[in-house]
């Protein structure tokens, strides 16, 4: 059986991405986006057969999106519980589902507390995933996501010459992204200088290197590939999925090849599906946690080789006019961290012609990465079609 | 809800992992090796993953090291922490074919550079628990 093209995105929502949702709940604000979803693919909510929960540490589970939006039928409900890897790792589950014959409408949904409830550092704790550096790390004091990945970027510039002002062009000119947005939290132009001069929080990571904490929620529909023709919105079809696995997935310290994620992996395999080469995409959503994973999963893709990526995001390149628009609507970093079903979301209205000021003008081929749980990698390559 | 400031993050060990932190309270960097084949693992693990024996004893490491990568922590990501900041963690690369994590000491993060040679030593951590730190093999 073949994945490809039996799958499309019918519907997207998102919730207005803020610092402080006003003591709404996670299920709030998922059951907003979600339904807001639903009726941008022009179905019902009682025509959702499918659920997939991507969160990594939400605390909504699927039957509470069953009681709230009255869905009689549910035949398929799981989770891909690969931190910001799995809101498209959702993907390929519902496309799979959906291609077996199992279901028809999946809803996807991802939101949370993020800045107002608990923080990263504290919620890592209580991810198994983390069980391992939580005992042989964090009692010498490597706590939080940031301090994990900064000796991969300490590495990486160590090998190859990456510099710190290499990681804030990413940043620059996802900044730009943003304010062009509408729906972002951070709208002030930031400069190279004000990178290098933000503090730093884990060397060679400064503060303008690292995500927001954000509340807010957004949510996508998958659905069957032929009954997409006939839906609300213009068809976006899942041309290429693939998830990957780094060496030593539990652990950066004990990765033999620390600058080279799971997605180096996966990469070649949706590239392979989708029967399209780097050279063909017109847009790419990259999962953006930090500055430097940007950069490396550039590499891991293919766009450049290994150790190239710093002069490949120098002078715009990832700009609207750049050699590859990235992250088109302020992804982790300036837009909001809703653990990238942001970047879903962007990518589906990039390829429908939807994303306002900073559409890419005739994109029809586009990539949409996750990132997550110390190196695990997913993509998705979606067409207009 | 008491000030007062939360404690250190310890371990909870797990009976498979205990000899490795009795080995840090005397003072020793103990790492498993597979009983059969003869691979060292780490971090302490049930099975080894290149001949997925379950038996599994205990060698010192010789306190060899090398500088593999690094970080320097300056944000208080734990309360506990905030005294110490900022601190130097260090991606160390073993002689026995592992890694180790372990705090800077006696040097600052600007003269570390991949393949720095390194030696291993030991620190309470002032609240009982042993950790390895690392120092530069020749004095800075």
């Given at each position: 059986m073949q994945l490809a093209n039996k799958a499309a995105v019918t519907g997207v929502g998102d919730t207005d991405y803020t610092r402080d949702a006003g003591g709404r709940s996670a299920l709030s604000l998922q059951l907003e986006a979600a339904l807001k979803a639903i009726s941008d693919a022009g179905?019902?909510?009682?025509?959702?057969d499918g659920i997939v929960m991507p969160s990594?540490?939400?605390?909504?589970?699927?039957e509470e999106l069953v009681t709230n939006l009255g869905i009689p039928n549910l035949r398929f409900s799981t989770g891909t519980p690969l931190g910001g890897a799995g809101p498209v790792a959702a993907l390929q589950c519902a496309a799979a589902a959906i291609a077996s014959g199992i279901c028809s409408h999946v809803l996807l949904t991802l939101g949370r507390t993020g800045r107002t409830g608990q923080r990263i550092g504290a919620r890592i704790q209580?991810?198994?995933?983390?069980r391992i550096v939580g005992e042989f790390e964090a009692p010498s004091g490597a706590l939080a996501p940031a301090q994990y990945y900064a000796p991969m970027a300490r590495r990486h510039m160590e090998m190859f010459g990456t510099t710190s002002r290499q990681l804030a062009e990413i940043a620059v000119t996802t900044r730009q992204h943003a304010i062009l947005n509408g729906n972002a939290r951070m709208t002030t132009p930031l400069s190279i200088e004000d990178h290098q001069a933000s503090r730093m929080i884990a060397d060679p990571l400064r503060l303008f290197d690292c995500s927001l904490e954000s509340d807010g929620a957004a949510a996508v529909v998958v659905s069957a590939a032929d009954r997409a023709?006939?839906?609300?919105r213009p068809r976006v079809l899942l041309a290429g999925m693939a998830e990957g696995h780094p060496d030593s997935p539990s652990a950066i310290t004990q990765r033999g090849d620390m600058t080279r994620l799971g997605l180096a992996k996966a990469a070649p395999r949706a590239f392979a599906m989708a029967g399209v080469t780097p050279a063909d995409i017109d847009v790419a959503e990259i999962y953006d946690c930090f500055t430097y994973i940007v950069l490396c999963q550039l590499e891991d893709l293919g766009f450049c080789g290994k150790g190239e990526g710093g002069a490949f995001v120098e002078?715009?390149?990832?700009?609207?006019?750049?050699r590859l628009p990235v992250n088109t609507h302020g992804g982790l970093l300036s837009q909001a961290h809703i653990a990238g079903m942001n970047h879903v979301v962007e990518l589906v209205r990039q390829l429908r012609g939807e994303a306002g000021r900073a559409q890419v003008p005739g994109a029809e081929v586009g990539l949409v990465t996750g990132y997550g749980d110390l190196g695990d990698g997913t993509l998705a390559i979606m067409t207009r079609g | 809800m008491s000030q007062m400031m939360p404690g250190k993050p310890m371990p909870d060990p797990s009976p498979e992992t205990q000899p490795y932190w009795d080995g840090l309270a005397q003072g020793r960097l103990m790492l498993q090796r597979?009983?059969?084949?003869?691979r060292i693992r780490h971090y302490p693990q049930p099975m080894c993953a290149a001949c997925h024996s379950m038996a599994a004893d205990w060698i010192e490491a010789s306190g060899e090291a090398t500088v593999h990568s690094w970080t320097v922590a300056h944000h208080p990501f734990h309360a506990a922490f905030r005294a110490e900041l900022p601190y130097v963690l260090v991606t160390a690369d073993l002689p026995e074919g592992v890694r180790l994590l372990a705090q800077l000491r006696d040097a600052k993060a600007e003269a570390l550079r991949p393949g720095l040679k390194l030696r291993i030593g030991f620190e309470d951590n002032g609240a009982g628990l042993t950790l390895p730190v690392l120092r530069p093999a020749i004095p800075t």
């Open positions: 179905i019902r909510p009682e025509d959702i990594p540490s939400s605390p909504v589970v699927a209580q991810m198994p995933q983390f023709r006939d839906l609300r002078g715009g390149a990832l700009g609207l006019k750049g | 597979c009983a059969d084949c003869g």
